[in-house]
């Protein structure tokens, strides 16, 4: 008698997205996993897609989370429900996914016979450019303060690595017993790089090029076209990532971090064709600087979501 398939429940975060998450559940339905809850969170979306996605998907949990805290926040939310519910394995994934059909049998058939694997993830490519892969996986780069994507070798093989980004993940529910949930104080980017980072103190991590999705890519795609959320966040939060690293740690990355400013604060204001916009970016940026620089002389080193980078 064939073994029963693990218990998977897809946690899956909406804010101000109805047409993109409908595009992902349909896709989930059509992925053929035997059985796949849904929690689907929404984050206080002024559109009211929250509700609409209540009444399009009453087969699936939608809960209705209070106020828009952050990625983290709203991602917590819907793993303690999944975890309550009994789930084994929770497959954390952004709304604007679409996944090809057997995505997930690589990954859980990973968790399934290798005990100390504690996250899985597949390969990505972006939704605009089918030939162009989005990071799932990747290596440390200390020294650019970040991540670094596979190689196209790499990408091609199931392969150990220190980082899964929280675009999309499989993981198991001890892993979040065992190591918390993500860093809601992180709001919007790098929650993914500390949870990593923590986790991997325990379990290892794995990229498995089996599966295939496609994602968005809402940040935008090059400086002077990321939003002014996207660059404040990154750079706060590039000092929430190392601030119980050592001295010399830190100093680097407020090193990096004012030269990267910099560099960024000169492309845009080059290719600047909308001068509030602009102002907006460059404000965004020297604030993230100001703020995360802050984080490293703070007693708590703890941090606070800056609402008026929303």
């Known amino acids: 008698m064939r073994p029963a398939a693990p218990a998977v429940t897809a946690v899956i975060l909406n804010h101000n997205g109805f047409d993109d998450t409908v595009a992902c559940v349909d896709s989930l339905a059509r992925a053929g996993y035997a059985h796949l809850p849904l929690v689907i969170v929404d984050n206080a979306s002024p559109d009211s897609s929250g509700e609409a996605l209540r009444a399009r998907f009453p087969q699936h949990t939608v809960l209705l989370h209070h106020a828009n805290d952050g990625f983290a926040a709203g991602m917590n939310e819907g793993i303690r429900r999944a975890l309550d519910d009994g789930a084994e394995f929770v497959l954390v994934m952004n709304n604007d996914i679409v996944v090809e059909a057997g995505f997930l049998d690589g990954m859980v058939a990973h968790l399934a016979s290798h005990p100390r694997t504690g996250i899985a993830t597949c390969k990505a490519y972006l939704s605009s450019d089918p030939s162009r892969r989005y990071m799932t996986g990747g290596h440390l780069s200390l020294p650019r303060c970040n991540v670094a994507p596979l190689t196209e070798a790499e990408a091609e093989t199931a392969m150990r690595v220190p980082f899964i980004s929280g675009c999309i993940f499989l993981a198991r529910a001890a892993v979040f017993r065992e190591c918390g949930l993500m860093d809601e104080s992180f709001f919007l980017y790098f929650e993914d790089l500390e949870f990593s980072r923590r986790v991997a103190t325990r379990w290892e991590l794995w990229y498995l090029p089996d599966g295939v999705i496609h994602h968005k890519s809402g940040g935008g795609t090059g ?76 007693p708590s080193r703890r941090a606070t979501p800056d609402r008026s980078s929303r």
């Open 223 to 298: 400086w002077s076209a990321y939003t002014s959320t996207y660059h404040y966040y990154m750079n706060r939060n590039r000092f929430l990532v190392f601030r119980g690293d050592g001295l010399a740690r830190r100093a680097y990355v407020l090193l990096y971090s004012t030269l990267n400013t910099i560099a960024k604060s000169a492309v845009i204001l080059a290719s600047s064709r909308n001068g509030d916009e602009s102002r907006d970016k460059l404000r965004a940026l020297w604030r993230g600087l100001r703020d995360g620089a802050a984080l490293f002389f703070s």
